[in-house]
């Protein structure tokens, strides 16, 4: 039970900005791992694991390259560096792997991309359901501060949701496919109830602490009106910050990007909403984008 808790600790009682369904696949193939029946959100709707789901733990390995590895491969003068999966704050590799992108290895090859000098143009090959909140906006604003040193694109394969958007908006160009979509602007914080289950298991846990605030979110007990508050109080900040940061990178009055209530768009809609530039295939948006540097 143990060896998920620290996966567990960057998923519970921590922002996360990440589409609710990828959300409830991670809780439940946790739950499964950490012998909880079930799970209750912060704003109390609880889910039922019946039927257990599994972590999807396949992805992308890339660790047999070589120590001279950037972490973007080279399309003519482009760079093309991936973020795919689950967004996290720190993988400890330039590549995604087991289904994790990890946003300092995005920062590594995005710089070494922009000042590399055999690199003409940049694009963000996307395809995530978001991630993690620490580390996000300031990834964000380091590509939106690039604009105008180099061309960047967004090209979305499939779909830029909720922290992998906010990513996705900080390019020049966003580029939809017209199954993709964009959008789930929002966050989301989980809590796990499990003093019920430890009780039938027959056992009691004591928190002795000096503060009033610090058990609040611990598992072990429930979540107190205190802590709850505290909670939302955290949430509003960093989608505060979420809708501000779409606001300025897509040019939009932020009244507009918070109405959208963190919904998702599919191709066309997306550029009708003003979250997207285009609709087109991957491929036809690389096309568009070499066609640019000629």
């Not at 019920?196 to 429930?222: C, M, N, W």
Request: glycine letters at 12%.
């Amino acid at each position: 039970m143990m060896q998920f808790g620290h996966l567990a600790q960057r998923m519970f009682n921590t922002p996360i900005a990440i589409r609710p369904e990828k959300a409830e696949v991670i809780m439940a193939g946790l739950a499964e791992r950490m012998g909880i029946s079930s799970m209750r959100y912060l704003g109390g709707d609880s889910i039922s694991l019946a039927r257990p789901l599994m972590m999807d733990d396949g992805g992308y390995d890339y660790s047999g390259r070589d120590g001279n590895e950037k972490g973007y491969d080279m399309a003519g003068s482009v760079a093309v560096i991936p973020v795919h999966g689950t967004l996290v704050q720190k993988l400890g590799t330039l590549r995604p792997y087991s289904g994790m992108t990890g946003y300092d290895g995005i920062r590594q090859a995005f710089l070494t991309a922009l000042y590399d000098p055999k690199v003409e143009a940049i694009a963000l090959d996307v395809d995530s359901p978001g991630g993690e909140v620490s580390g996000c906006f300031d990834l964000a604003d380091l590509i939106y501060n690039a604009r105008g040193e180099k061309p960047i694109w967004s090209i979305l394969n499939e779909s830029a949701y909720s922290a992998a958007y906010a990513l996705a908006s900080s390019a020049d160009r966003i580029i939809v496919p017209r199954t993709g979509g964009v959008g789930s602007i929002g966050v989301i914080c989980m809590h796990v109830d499990m003093s019920k289950a430890l009780t039938s298991a027959g056992l009691q846990v004591t928190f002795i602490t000096y503060g009033d605030r610090k058990a609040d979110g611990h598992s072990e007990i429930p979540l107190s009106p205190e802590a709850l508050e505290a909670f939302q109080g955290d949430i509003n900040t960093m989608g505060e910050l979420f809708v501000d940061t779409v606001a300025r990178n897509m040019s939009l009055a932020a009244s507009k990007v918070k109405a959208t209530q963190a919904g998702t768009f599919l191709g066309a809609r997306g550029v009708d909403m003003g979250l997207a530039h285009a609709v087109a295939a991957p491929d036809a948006a690389f096309r568009s984008l070499l066609k640019q540097l000629a």
